[in-house]
């Protein structure tokens, strides 16, 4: 089996996916460091590169030799990879804020990876390119986002995409941004 596990930066991807990959003792395959050794990006923007996804891609087929992966990267969602199932890795808007604050993000991709995260955008990619489709949040322990994860792996109704909704954080985010003005 090989899956995807995929999300916005700040979600908690690499560490939820070298965890899995240890557990089933399954290859780990990072797409940041693909697009780093083999200079797949364009350019760079805002302290990010921007990536060449359709070699990325194929370079990521070519790795892919083997059975029974765990492949790590927000660009997943973008690709059409041969995954059996795809995990995307949910935050709330603050806990993706103070995440990325701590990274030293600027303001301007913090704003841009939490609207990213509010629209869905990883979630609706995911589904256009992949059949089986799961997401869980990380607002909690890596011990229970694991549990969430063999849950999925034993059923395959469990964390279905589509049912998890900022809504009501943005709403209240908003609110604050309002009464600061």
Not at 3 to 18: D, E, M, N, Q, W
Not at 105 to 130: F, G, P, Q, V, W
Request: charged share 35%; glycine share 6%; net charge neutral.
């Amino acid at each position: 089996m090989n899956i995807l596990i995929t999300g916005v930066p700040g979600t908690g991807k690499s560490t939820i996916a070298r965890r899995l990959a240890k557990k089933l003792k399954y290859h780990y395959i990072d797409l940041n460091k693909i697009v780093k050794e083999e200079q797949l990006w364009e350019y760079e923007e805002d302290g990010a590169l921007v990536v060449d996804v359709d070699a990325l891609e194929g370079a990521v087929k070519e790795r892919m030799g083997w059975k029974n992966c765990v492949i790590d990267g927000h660009l997943g969602c973008d690709m059409k990879l041969p995954v059996d199932l795809v995990i995307i890795l949910r935050a709330s808007p603050e806990v993706l804020k103070r995440r990325l604050s701590k990274r030293k993000y600027s303001d301007r991709k913090i704003t841009s990876n939490i609207l990213c995260e509010a629209l869905d955008y990883c979630t609706i990619k995911a589904e256009e390119n992949y059949d089986d489709v799961r997401e869980i949040t990380t607002n909690k322990s890596i011990s229970k986002i694991m549990g969430d994860i063999e849950e999925i792996l034993k059923d395959e109704l469990a964390f279905k995409a589509g049912k998890i909704s900022w809504k009501q954080e943005l709403e209240k985010l908003a609110q604050r941004a309002a009464e600061l003005s």
